[in-house]
């Protein structure tokens, strides 16, 4: 009950990302400890607030296995790999994407994801000139529009997919990188969120070991109260591979710049 929820601060972007186990965390400690009782050899105590350290754990000991992955892609496979049978913390009904993310992380699936979804140094460069932070300068956001990258934080190629002001109909572009020793071809299964119609082209790739492929998502209101938020997901299968991205979406009748 007391982890963060979503949305994010940052317009589009999905959080949180996982969930990973956090409460009643059973943990040993040293017997010349604080909390020692004179003549034990051993012990433990009850913690919490473990699932960030959880999370950078696993994520360590997958960088040990795939030392060429970018931290992007590393939290990629954690997304698309977790699973989504997760209750709400006061366990009466399903959770939804800003309780979880993409879901429970497995860490044994995701040191094999099948696909990732990476991010340059030029998009990360893009997405901060979006938000007009100050690590980045004017001269170098110029660069970016003028070599065409989106400055928009929808369309950072992250697994999730969000939008927080839906008008009529938006299209996003997501990119993915087979990561498998073997060639894959995956085909895109669409649970649409409640009254949004969307449309995936192409509907099926198929890559090479370290080959890249790119497709676009159509996403449309259709009908349905305004200002309120809907969840689904899109999923890249293969025979082997399963790459679940959480998708979320607020349609509105107004819209208006982002400060």
Not at 70 to 96: E, F, H, I, Y
Not at 170 to 175: C, F, P, Q, S
Request: proline content about 9%; glycine content about 6%; some cysteine.
């Amino acid at each position: 009950t007391f982890s963060a929820r979503g949305p994010a601060p940052i317009p589009d972007i999905l959080k949180p990302d996982v969930t990973a186990p956090g409460v009643n965390i059973l943990a040993g400690f040293s017997p010349d400890s604080a909390y020692s009782t004179p003549g034990e050899n051993f012990a433990y105590l009850s913690g919490t607030s473990m699932s960030t350290p959880h999370v950078a754990g696993v994520a360590a000991l997958l960088r040990e296995a795939r030392p060429e992955w970018s931290p992007a892609a590393l939290r990629s496979a954690l997304m698309t790999t977790a699973r989504q049978d997760v209750a709400a913390s006061a366990g009466l009904a399903d959770a939804n994407p800003f309780d979880f993310g993409a879901g429970h992380i497995q860490p044994n699936l995701a040191l094999n994801p099948g696909l990732v979804y990476d991010v340059s140094d030029d998009e990360y460069d893009a997405f901060a000139c979006g938000i007009a932070s100050p690590a980045v300068s004017a001269e170098r956001c110029d660069e970016l529009v003028e070599a065409g990258f989106s400055l928009a934080s929808a369309d950072l190629n992250q697994p999730s997919i969000s939008l927080s002001r839906l008008i009529s109909s938006r299209t996003l572009t997501r990119r993915v990188t087979n990561v498998d020793d073997e060639a894959g071809a995956y085909t895109a299964a669409i649970s649409a969120p409640p009254g949004i119609d969307i449309t995936v082209s192409p509907t099926t790739i198929s890559l090479g070991p370290g080959e890249s492929a790119s497709y676009n998502i159509d996403i449309t209101y259709l009908s349905g109260p305004l200002d309120l938020w809907r969840f689904g997901s899109l999923t890249w299968s293969s025979t082997t591979h399963d790459v679940y991205s959480p998708i979320a979406v607020r349609p509105t009748s107004i819209t208006a710049p982002q400060e």
